[in-house]
């Protein structure tokens, strides 16, 4: 922790990283929380514990810090299904509509869009919109479930984007489970397949079950995301017993960091993200977009 003090340095993480990580990051949230933080941080570096596209929208919103990223070959798989290119394919195929991307999406291909999102303000952003039409993308199943919270016509883009950890989850685990822990709250997160959040009592981001796992009256809680939000949901609620709904729920790509990766990139100031000043300029209005709208 010294070395944070010398370079003056904050260390951000993702709900979904490592026990160890968490417990030594100066803030611990999911894709808003951690945007948020990062366009009001007070640090001359930032070590980002996420994936790729999480210390892009760091950097996007800090120009004047250094983002460092323990390890680069943090990726998202779900990121990679919308490309630029894309992105202008369907702009010439919609022409006029205008597109919301999750905020799981490369920097490249956010300075295409007119607003960014996450799964905690998706329907809230596209019903600040100006357009009746609204193309939506990568995940489909966020697409369905923003369309179920608006009246506007939502097209998903790519047909298909998903991600491969909420895949996992399934309908039977789910009533499993709550048939063993009847007095359980089951949660789940909108990337998951809509016949999940059919059997699921509560339907939200990571950050809207975090509050819910604090707030509600339930003991119990059935939790479909990845396993690395039940380790900050234990730390803030000791008297509660939080049951993952699927154990091997886990993103490879999140966990590529580890606590001496933290410790060299920091050391050594190592892989920075840096993105072309065109990307940043273009992909930083549609983020202000999202973070103006609270
Ligand atoms: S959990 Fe899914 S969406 Fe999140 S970083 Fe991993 S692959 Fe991407």
Redesign the pocket.
Known sequence: MRLKREKEAIILA?N?QRPEIQDVADFVGDSLELSLRAAQVDAKVIVFC??N??AETAAILNPEKKVLIPDPN?L????SMLPADLIKLYKRKYPGVKIVLYI?TLAEAKAYCDAVCTSANAAEVVNNIDSEVVLFGP?VNLAKYAQMKSNKKIIPIPRGGF????KLFKKDDIIRLKELYPDAKAMAHP?CDPEVWEVSDFVSSTSKMHRESLTSKARKFIVA??IGLLHRMKKDRKDAIFIPAYEEAI????RLHTLEKVYLCLRDEKYEIKLPEKVVLRAREPIEFMLQMR
């Open positions: 993702h979904y996420g994936v596209f999480m943090a998202c798989p779900m990121a799981n995940d991600c491969p950890v909420h990337e995301t990845e993103c490879v790509n999140m």
